[in-house]
């Protein structure tokens, strides 16, 4: 078994920061894909930042050079570094991990969503 975890957000004020976590544990061999998703009321679910095993990275154009993806693979973590937040990057982020977990000599492909995390941007 997998569980995935997120922590981070919060209510932050125009031009602040927040870092976003997100926490694997349990019988996991590979974590292939983690990306963060964010969904904004009355819109749809969008792709924010992805990293893959390899070290590719990608962004969403509106958040290119202010959002940073990362990942700590000894700690099976991956973070979401947020700075000069704007009122539009208000939303729910989840986290979605995707890789093989082991169990008694077998990998099983595994795919979680967390719980999401609401990330306010107000003054």
């Known amino acids: 078994q997998v569980q995935l975890v997120e922590s981070g957000g919060g209510l932050v004020q125009p031009g602040g920061s927040l870092r976003l976590s997100c926490a694997l544990s349990g019988n996991i061999f590979s974590i292939n894909f983690m990306g963060w998703y964010r969904q904004a009321p009355g819109k749809q679910r969008e792709l924010v930042a992805a990293?893959?095993?390899?070290?590719?990275?990608n962004y969403s154009d509106s958040v290119k050079g202010r959002f940073t993806i990362s990942r700590d693979n000894l700690k099976n973590t991956g973070y979401l570094q947020m700075n000069s937040l704007k009122p539009e990057d208000t939303a729910v982020y989840y986290c979605?991990?995707?890789?093989?977990?082991?169990?008694?000599?077998?990998?099983?492909?595994?795919?979680?969503w967390g719980q999401g995390t609401q990330v306010t941007v107000s003054s």
């Open positions: 990293i893959t095993s390899g070290g590719i990275i």
């Open positions: 979605n991990a995707r890789g093989q977990s082991v169990r008694s000599g077998t990998f099983y492909p595994y795919n979680y």
